[in-house]
């Protein structure tokens, strides 16, 4: 199993910006890919940005542009940088990874973007 543990997030002004963290911990050895979700207020959960161990990268396309994840396994933690952030990007965001088709999710940190 692995565990997940975020920190960052918060409340920010418009064309600000924040960085979210989470450690992974566990049987961090058979990841192969992490990923941030985005549950806004009265919305499904959805896949913001995903990393793969070889270091490719998806991105939702509201986020293209003003956002990076980043994984460094030295430290087994998984980054996203947002920047120049906008009222729509408020909500609780996961960090998440499957190991043996068991799927991991973080305790959500919020994010809220005024504008």
């Known amino acids: 199993q692995v565990q997940l543990v975020e920190s960052g997030g918060g409340l920010v002004q418009a064309g600000g910006s924040l960085r979210l963290s989470c450690v992974a911990s566990?049987?961090?050895?058979?990841?192969?890919?992490m990923g941030w979700y985005r549950q806004a207020p009265g919305k499904q959960r959805e896949l913001v940005a995903s990393?793969?161990?070889?270091?490719?990268?998806n991105y939702e396309d509201s986020v293209k542009g003003r956002f990076t994840i980043s994984w460094d396994k030295a430290i087994n933690t998984m980054y996203l940088e947002m920047d120049n952030l906008k009222p729509e990007d408020t909500g609780v965001y996961f960090c998440?990874?499957?190991?043996?088709?068991?799927?991991?999710w973080g305790q959500g940190n919020q994010v809220t973007v005024s504008s």
């Open positions: 998440n990874t499957g190991v043996w088709g068991i799927e991991c």
């Open positions: 566990g049987k961090t050895s058979v990841i192969d890919a």
């Open positions: 990393i793969f161990s070889g270091g490719h990268t």
